[in-house]
C-alpha cells in the first residue's frame, strides 16, 4: 500500500503506480470471466472514479507518469513478463518500445526503463540493462560472473533504488550473500558498504528528494544519500511482521 500524502490516504498500490502528484493511480486485474486478459483501470482520487481504459491482451500496468502508464505483458499468477509499451491514460492507445520486447522490466526512473532479465529468463540473468525511453536503444550497464542462465535465484541482480539518475542495484549472490553496488554509466560500478538485506528479493523501496528509503532485514529503516545506506530509525514494532516503506517524506 501507499500513503498518498496530497490527499491524506492510504492507496491499495505500489507508489510506482500512482501518478506523481497523487491525484490518480492505476492496478490491473484479470478480465474475468477470461483469465487471459487484463483490465488496467484508472482511479481518480479525490472522487474515487474507477474506469477501465484497457480491455485488451495481458498488458499489466508497472508505473504510472505525466506522459502515460507504463505497462508490460503479464498474465496474473505467472512468473515472467514481457516487453514495454506506454499506455495513453486519455484514449488508451499504446506505444511500444521494439526493442525491448523480449525483457522483463523492472523500473521506470530517470528516463530510462531498467531491467533485471533482458533476455526475458524468468530467474533473472547475470546482466542489468537499460532502455533509454526517448531513443529506444537497450544499453548493457552492469553485468556479474555467473552460469547462463543461473539458477532460481543465483546471482540475480534487482533494483533498491536510485541516487539521481545512478541505479542502486542488489546482486544475490547466495542464500547467506549479497551486494550492493552503485552504477553511474555503463561498466561504471561502485560495491557499497552492505546493508542487511533479505536473502531472495530486494525489500521494498521509495526515492525521493531524500534519497532512497528502505527497511531492511534487521528491522531498521536505512537511507541512502550519497555514498551509504545509513541506518536512521526502527521500523515500528507490530503484531505483523514485515513493514514496508509506504511513501515519500516530506
Known amino acids: ?14 507508489w510506482a ?3 506523481p502528484d497523487g491525484t490518480a493511480y492505476v492496478y490491473t486485474r484479470e478480465a474475468s470471466p477470461t483469465p487471459f486478459r487484463n483490465e488496467v483501470h484508472l482511479v481518480t482520487v479525490a472522487t474515487a472514479s474507477d474506469r477501465v481504459i484497457s ?9 504510472y507518469q505525466p506522459e502515460g502508464i507504463y ?8 512468473d515472467a513478463s514481457h516487453g514495454l509499451w506506454l499506455l495513453d491514460a486519455t484514449n488508451g492507445s499504446l506505444k511500444a518500445y521494439p526493442s ?5 522490466w523492472d523500473r ?9 532479465s533482458a533476455t526475458g529468463n ?10 533509454d525511453l526517448n531513443s529506444d536503444v537497450v544499453t548493457t550497464w552492469f553485468s556479474v560472473a555467473s552460469p547462463s542462465p543461473p539458477e532460481p535465484g543465483f546471482k540475480t541482480i534487482r533494483v533498491l533504488g536510485f541516487d539521481g539518475s545512478d541505479p542502486l542495484v542488489q546482486v544475490y549472490v547466495d542464500e547467506h550473500t549479497s551486494e550492493v553496488w552503485r552504477l553511474s554509466a555503463p561498466g561504471q560500478a561502485t560495491r557499497l558498504p552492505n546493508v542487511p538485506l533479505g536473502v531472495l528479493s530486494p525489500p521494498f523501496s521509495v526515492t525521493d528528494a531524500q534519497g532512497t528509503w528502505l527497511i531492511a532485514g534487521d528491522g531498521n529503516v536505512y537511507l541512502y544519500g550519497g555514498s551509504a545506506f545509513k541506518r536512521v530509525a526502527s521500523a515500528p514494532s ?4 514485515g513493514a514496508t516503506v509506504a511513501g515519500s517524506c516530506s
Not at 3 to 13: A, E, F, H, K, S
Not at 100 to 104: M, N, R, S
Not at 238 to 241: E, F, L, V
Request: charged share 15%; aromatic share 12%.
Open 100 to 104: 525491448g520486447q523480449q525483457a522483463t
Open 71 to 78: 505497462v508490460d505483458e503479464h498474465l496474473n499468477g505467472t
Open 122 to 131: 524468468r530467474f533473472g540473468s547475470n546482466t542489468f540493462a537499460r532502455l
Open 1 to 14: 500500500m501507499t500513503y498518498d500524502r496530497p490527499y491524506q490516504r492510504w492507496l491499495p498500490v505500489t
Open 55 to 63: 480491455n485488451q491482451d495481458a498488458y499489466h500496468a508497472i508505473a
Open 238 to 241: 507490530g503484531p505483523t511482521p
Open 108 to 116: 521506470i526512473a530517470a528516463g530510462a526503463a531498467w531491467s533485471y
Open 17 to 19: 503506480q500512482v501518478l
